[in-house]
């Protein structure tokens, strides 16, 4: 059974104070890794889609990357504005499957 | 990035009618849509697949009567909550899937209040 899980569940930073984020994930096969961000009362945003081991993507502060087992979402010198829940969601290869999701990690970054 | 639309962004009704949400991808063609309802504080849950052209699949414990889906253009799909009742109120996401790549992108949501 394909699946997700992320950790921790929580992660209070300190601004300016880095850290990353956990996604491991099982699936029979593997078409894509994507990583959201969802503030609360709106839809997830995209944030990154990663389709093999070793790739790697950037934006600001942000960075993903992906092994075969697990990614990782790093976070820069975070500020308050990064404060959210982060997704993490795999899309299986078999078929017309929608995306596997973990629970998140409610992510809060004090000033 | 590609952007999906939800419309109305919240509603109110009054229990026993019906209520209907457009979700449309703008700028790109979606075969395949995807309709998610969430609780405060937890986690998206599924609700049902819908291809373009044919009947939405429906997950586990979604009533198909009660949730109907229309997906009749490759950017518009909507969803019908009949006979809505106060268990009904919720927060209603739609989710829209690029064929060229699978990547997914998600509407602001629908909040849904039955009084």
């Known amino acids: 059974e394909d699946q997700v899980t992320q950790s921790p569940e929580a992660l209070r930073l300190q601004e300016g104070e880095s850290s990353s984020l956990n996604c491991s994930y099982t699936?029979?096969?593997?078409?894509?890794l994507f990583w959201y961000r969802q503030d609360p009362g709106k839809g997830p945003e995209f944030l990154f889609t990663l389709y093999s081991a070793g790739e790697e993507k950037e934006k600001e502060r942000l960075k993903a990357t992906l092994t075969k087992k697990e990614s990782f979402l790093h976070i820069t010198a975070p500020k308050p504005e990064d404060s959210a829940t982060y997704l993490c969601?795999?899309?299986?290869?078999?078929?017309?499957?929608?995306?596997?999701f973990g629970k998140g990690t409610r992510l809060s970054v004090i000033a | 990035g590609a952007v999906v639309s939800q419309h109305p962004s919240w509603v109110i009704c009054k229990s026993g009618t019906s209520v209907k949400i457009e979700c449309r991808s703008l700028?790109?063609?979606?075969?395949?849509m995807f309709w998610y309802r969430q609780f405060p504080k937890q986690s998206l849950m599924l609700m049902a697949t819908?291809?373009?052209?044919?009947?939405?699949?429906?997950e586990q414990g979604v009533e198909k009567d009660k949730f109907l889906i229309n997906h009749a253009s490759l950017t518009l799909s909507t969803l019908t909550v009949t006979s809505a009742h106060p268990e009904d109120s919720s927060f209603y996401i739609c989710?829209?899937?690029?064929?060229?790549?699978?990547?997914?992108?998600f509407g602001p949501g629908t909040r849904l209040t039955v009084t």
């Open positions: 700028d790109f063609q979606a075969t395949t």
């Open positions: 969601a795999v899309q299986p290869f078999s078929g017309n499957t929608p995306l596997v």
């Open positions: 989710s829209a899937r690029q064929t060229i790549d699978y990547e997914q992108y």
């Open positions: 699936v029979s096969g593997l078409r894509g």
């Open positions: 819908s291809n373009e052209g044919s009947k939405a699949t429906y």
